[in-house]
């Protein structure tokens, strides 16, 4: 176990990941019925298929401010 306090961007991360991980299940839903010659799916599938870079884009602002918060105790 770490004695070190969480950094502020963890949670943007962890949450980014999940979210990710979601548009990622949605997108694959989503093109399985292309490929099989199925009924596509409603619409509101595709725009799940969004939650991807929306979660890409949490984990990297989660990034930056980790990076950031290194960078601050570094320089003091």
């Avoid at 990710?20 to 595709?46: C, D, K, Q, R, W």
Wanted: charged share 10%; glycine share 10%; proline share 7%.
């Amino acid at each position: 176990m770490s004695s070190q306090s969480a950094d502020p961007g963890d949670v943007y991360v962890k949450a980014g990941v999940i979210v990710f991980g979601l548009g990622a299940i949605a997108t694959l839903a989503t093109f399985v019925p292309m490929f099989l010659h199925l009924t596509p799916l409603p619409t509101a599938a595709y725009w799940l298929s969004m939650l991807m870079p929306a979660g890409f884009l949490a984990a990297l602002i989660g990034l930056f401010l980790n990076a950031r918060e290194q960078r601050r105790r570094v320089g003091a």
